[in-house]
C-alpha cells in the first residue's frame, strides 16, 4: 500500500553514480504511472501475442498483435489493429486492420512508408523485407536481403536512423553450418541508403561461439554510434555453470542457457565498427525493447523490469515499477509521455492460458 502511494504522488527515484564513482547521476523520478488492460480477445481464455506498436509522424500510435479464435483444433488466425489519438489513454479498432498483417518491428519513414521485416517458417525459404506506400492496405513483393539458396534468415525489427538510413536486425544461419540452424545463427545488421528497397552488405554484430539468437535491438546515441542489447542464446557441447543473471533452457538442450549482453556499434564514416559485446546486469526475460529517452537517459524495457543508464551501459538501476508484458513495445510521445505494450503470458499455445494486451504509461522527471 504504501509502494502504490508513492508512485501515486510520483515520488519514487533512484539514484547511480557514474562507473568513475567521481560524478554523481541524475535523479530520475517516475510520474503518472499506469498500468491496464487495454484488450483482451472475444475468446476466454484468449490468445493475443506479439505485439507491435509504432507512431507515424504527428499521428496517432498504433498498435498491432497475433490473436487466435474459434475451435482449438482449427483456430482462425488474424492480426488486428488498434489505434490510439489520446496517447493511450483510449483505444479503438482500425477499420479493416489497417495495415494488413500488422506492424511488429516495423519502421514509419518521414513520407508515411511503412518498412517491415518479415521471417517465414519454411526451413527451406529465407527472410525478406516488405514496403507498403499506401498505409499497409498492400505491399511490395519481397525484398530479399540475403539469397534463400545460401542463408535462412530470421528478420525481426527495422529502426530508422537521422540521417535516413534504415537499420535491419536478423539472426542468419549460413545453409550447411551446423545440423541446427538456431545453434549458428548469427546476429547481423544491414543497412538500407534507399528506404529499405535495398540492403547493404551484413555487419556481425558478435562472434556465433560468443551467443547466438535473432532476437536484440538499439538505439541511435547523439554520437551516430548505436547501442545495443541482445539476447543471447549458448549451446556449448558440454555441461557448463550458468553465469550470473543466464537461464538454463533445459531439453531439448540441456546444456543450453540464455542471458543479456550489450555492444555499441561505431559509426565510422559511412561504414560500421561493431564493438566487444558485455554481459548486461539484468536476466533473460524474451525480446529486449531499447529507448534514448528526451530526457537522456536509456531504457530497457523487459518482463523483469525497466532499467535506466545515464552512461551508455556503465552502470544500469532499474525504475520501482512494474515488469512489462512478454515481447514489449514502447514509444515515446512529443510531450513525453512513454507508452509500453507487450501480451500477458509467454510462449503459450491456444487456450493454455488467458492472455491480453497490457499498456503501462509513465513520464520521467530528471534532476540534474
Known sequence: MERALLLSLGLLCLMSCHARG???APTVTVTDYERRVIYHSP????WTSWVGLWQSHDG?????????????????????????????KTWTRVPGDIPVGGGRGMAVLRDGTLVRPHWVSDP???GFVERSTDGG?????RIHFLSAKDYRAWPTIIRPLRDGRLVLMAGVWKRGDGDIPNWRMSKMMFVSKDEGRTWGVPVILMPTEQGVCEESDFCELPSGDLFWIHRCEHFPATHTDIPPGAARMGEPWPNGYSDRMQSIVKK?????EPGPATLAPFPHSGFPEVMLTREGVILHFATDGIYWTADVGKTWARLPIDGTGYYPRAVQCADGKIVCIGHM???DVYGAVDQSIVQQTFRLRMTP
Not at 268 to 272: I, L, M, P
Open 268 to 272: 565510422v564514416g559511412d561504414g560500421w
Open 22 to 24: 567521481d560524478k554523481a
Open 124 to 126: 527451406n525459404d529465407v
Open 137 to 141: 492496405r498492400t505491399w511490395s513483393a
Open 345 to 347: 503470458g509467454s510462449d
Open 43 to 46: 475468446e476466454t481464455p484468449g
Open 60 to 88: 496517432p500510435l498504433q498498435c498491432s498483435f497475433n490473436q487466435q479464435t474459434g475451435p482449438r483444433d482449427k483456430p482462425v488466425s488474424s492480426v488486428p489493429i488498434l489505434q490510439s489519438t489520446d496517447e493511450g
